[in-house]
């Protein structure tokens, strides 16, 4: 399958990713070439693709292996890539929402632990929201992450993942 990559002048994608109407059956092309050329005229009248802006057909094969980082994804050097840095910054905040979902819950345990008057349960309850507090600073995505699928596979241990969107 083939895509059009051009520049997204939208924060916070760096790319727009376009997909060709493989599956309609409102028309029918000569060839898959000419398909992509309607797509392109279609998208570049509709402003979705700049007067100016470049834009590139890319084999689905020649990008990287799935969106979890798509908002870092850059064209450089002929090809799609993630830039690692900003891939660090989206990995961190997904991570920060699993965070927050999970002191969330822990605020419910308090508070019965609270009306319960466990002094013991409180205690226990507060040393482990400021454990996934201090996940941020004491979380670690630098050391041997050298590749997007490393990244992604760095995790804190105890901290469940959350569903991308993107990926359905």
Do not use: C
């Amino acid at each position: 399958m083939k895509y059009i990559i051009t520049p997204n002048p939208s924060v916070p994608n760096n790319l727009r990713q376009i997909s060709l109407p493989y599956n309609s059956q409102s028309r029918t092309f000569e060839s898959e070439d000419a398909m992509v050329d309607h797509v392109i005229a279609r998208n570049k009248a509709t402003g979705l693709i700049g007067a100016d802006a470049p834009h590139y057909v890319v084999d689905e094969s020649a990008l990287p292996g799935d969106h979890y980082f798509f908002d870092a994804w850059e064209w450089v050097d002929g090809a799609v890539a993630v830039n690692m840095a900003k891939a660090r910054v989206i990995h961190m905040d997904k991570i920060r929402i699993s965070r927050n979902r999970e002191l969330a819950a822990k605020d419910i345990t308090f508070m019965r632990a609270v009306e319960d008057s466990d002094t013991a349960a409180q205690s226990a309850i507060t040393t482990e929201k400021q454990t996934l507090r201090d996940i941020p600073a004491n979380f670690d995505i630098t050391t041997g992450v050298d590749t997007p699928e490393q990244l992604k596979a760095k995790w804190p241990d105890g901290l469940p993942t959350i569903p991308d969107p993107k990926l359905g």
